[in-house]
């Protein structure tokens, strides 16, 4: 506290991300990071970037990103906006296009940046509750609101949610605003991208931090009909110019483009995650459906903090919430088959 701070920020809770160690020896499980390295496309487009032309403001409109971006996903480029990080296009989404009279809905256990925002923004917000098996039920978004915001697949659950019901639930609110956060939707679900053009009060966004294996650079993107782009672009145009350095448009652009590289990454980690998805359940821990590069698991027999704080000892970070309804869970991020290895081993160790 201190006296010369706004009322605002005096009122604001921040967001604490998962724990970035120091120690370089971890098996490092806890943030959903991809493990494999990104597009060898993207790191040699980054390199010539340095090369030529750092003297210089990058494009404040990054249009080539756009046009790649609206290349792969069958858009016009004016249905997508680009951020640092999808983080910072969902603030930009809070304060253009969720902050209204009515308050805002989001399930109960969710991405924990969207109260954050809430207090940043000064947004009314309504949790809505998960099933006992933590699924989205479109019928509980009917009640009057000033926009709707879920992550499919859900986090930290990893459950999907199909096509069908989002359109339910959009059916129900043509007044509203519907933003679809798809950080995971590339491990196993259906996008909602080509509902945008039936819907224009849909916003979908992506980032290249997970699928694409890279959450250093801080690429993000949404896409939506062009008056809510528009939205978003007034708002970054009123906040930050430049928020895509050189690097992130030049490296962006050449990972989109790289499919192949892409495809080849995401199967792998799926074929991992069911992998592991058997050996957990046969060591008697309740594991949820996954459609994400994460698993969201229970064992009924043990402590999730107290089996999170023994797999530390053996340098394995996991993540657990001290959150009402999880606070018996465990959110393990799909690494490489040898890290699922050394989790097992621990764990068998650990439950004996
Ligand atoms: C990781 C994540 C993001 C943020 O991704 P960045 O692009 O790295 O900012 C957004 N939403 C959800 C649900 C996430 O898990």
């Known amino acids: 506290m201190n006296r010369y701070w706004s009322s605002v920020v005096h009122r604001l809770t921040p967001y604490v991300p998962g724990e970035q160690p120091k120690q370089t020896d971890l098996v490092k499980l806890n943030t959903n990071e991809n493990p494999y390295a990104p597009s060898p496309r993207?790191?040699?487009a980054m390199a010539q970037e340095a090369k030529e032309?750092?003297?210089?403001?990058?494009?404040?409109n990054a249009d080539r990103l756009k046009q790649a971006l609206a290349t792969c996903y069958r858009v016009r480029p004016d249905q997508v906006f680009v951020g640092n990080g999808s983080d910072e296009v969902l603030a930009h989404?809070?304060?253009?296009?969720?902050?209204h009279e009515q308050p805002l809905l989001f399930p109960d256990i969710s991405y924990s940046f969207y109260p954050v925002y809430c207090g940043l923004y000064e947004i009314d917000y309504r949790q809505v509750a998960l099933s006992e098996r933590f699924e989205i039920d479109p019928r509980d978004y009917t009640r009057p609101n000033g926009g709707i915001i879920f992550p499919n697949p859900n986090a930290p659950t990893g459950r999907v949610l199909p096509l069908?019901?989002?359109?339910?639930?959009?059916?129900?609110?043509?007044?509203s605003v519907v933003v679809v956060d798809e950080a995971y939707i590339d491990f196993g679900g259906e996008s909602a991208i080509p509902l945008v053009a039936d819907y224009p009060n849909l916003l979908v966004i992506q980032t290249l931090s997970k699928s694409r294996s890279l959450?250093?650079?801080r690429v993000g993107y949404a896409i939506g009909d062009s008056g809510l782009i528009e939205?978003?672009?007034?708002?970054?145009?009123?906040?930050?110019?430049?928020p895509l350095d050189r690097f992130a448009i030049a490296g962006a652009v050449a990972a989109i483009e790289d499919r192949d590289h892409f495809e080849q990454t995401c199967q792998r980690i799926i074929r991992t995650r069911e992998q592991l998805a058997r050996r957990l359940s046969e060591l008697g821990f309740e594991v949820l459906p996954s459609a994400a590069n994460f698993l969201f698991v229970h064992h009924p027999g043990r402590d999730a903090a107290e089996i999170s704080g023994l797999l530390r000892e053996q340098s394995i970070i996991v993540r657990h919430f001290r959150q009402p309804r999880i606070e018996q869970f465990l959110r393990i991020t799909i690494g490489t088959d040898e890290q699922s290895e050394r989790l097992c081993q621990a764990l068998e160790q650990i439950l004996k």
């Open 215 to 217: 959450a250093g650079l």
């Open 93 to 99: 989404t809070f304060l253009g296009l969720l902050r």
């Open 231 to 242: 939205a978003l672009e007034r708002v970054k145009n009123s906040f930050n110019s430049y």
């Open 53 to 60: 032309s750092l003297r210089l403001y990058p494009d404040p």
């Open 42 to 44: 993207a790191l040699a």
């Open 164 to 175: 069908a019901a989002i359109r339910t639930i959009l059916d129900a609110n043509p007044d």
